[in-house]
């Protein structure tokens, strides 16, 4: 049976808007990442899963993002999970919440806008339905 352990990461530092140490050092990562769509009833939640470099069966981990979406940082948090031996799942809880239905990266500057109008109901599905993955 696998378990879950759920992860709330919290930045008491701004986030700088170009994040390009943490994209350059998630590129240059081994493990293997990917996206997902997580699907809860009629949302779709984009995922972003890393996987670790081990034999044997994983713990998995939620990454939830703080008030600057799943941003670059967010998604290296998740890398560094999985390079300490955990299945890492970030969630984009903005997901379909930008025009045209895209999530933190085409919100840009309006992330922190829109991340104080979710629901947390719908905060509370979309983690229940990401952690139906594991």
């Known amino acids: 049976m696998k378990k879950l352990f759920v992860m709330a990461l919290l930045v008491c530092a701004a986030a700088a808007p170009a994040q390009d140490w943490a994209k350059a050092k998630l590129e240059k990562s081994s ?24 034999k044997d069966k994983a713990t998995a981990v ?3 993002h703080e008030i600057f979406g799943l941003s670059d940082w967010a998604r290296l948090a998740a890398d560094e999970f999985a390079e300490a031996g955990y ?7 903005l997901s379909e919440m930008a025009p045209n239905g895209g ?32």
Do not use: C, M
């Not at 990442?33 to 949302?43: A, I, S």
């Open 31 to 54: 493990r293997h990442q990917e996206w997902v769509k997580v699907e809860n009833g009629k949302r779709k939640v984009d995922s972003f899963v890393v996987y670790p470099e081990v």
């Open 62 to 64: 939620i990454v939830i």
């Open 87 to 93: 299945i890492a799942i970030a969630p984009d809880l």
């Open 103 to 134: 999530g933190t990266k085409e919100l840009g500057g309006d992330v922190g806008k829109v991340i104080s109008t979710l629901p947390p109901a719908q905060i509370a599905k979309d983690l229940v339905g990401v952690a139906a993955l594991v």
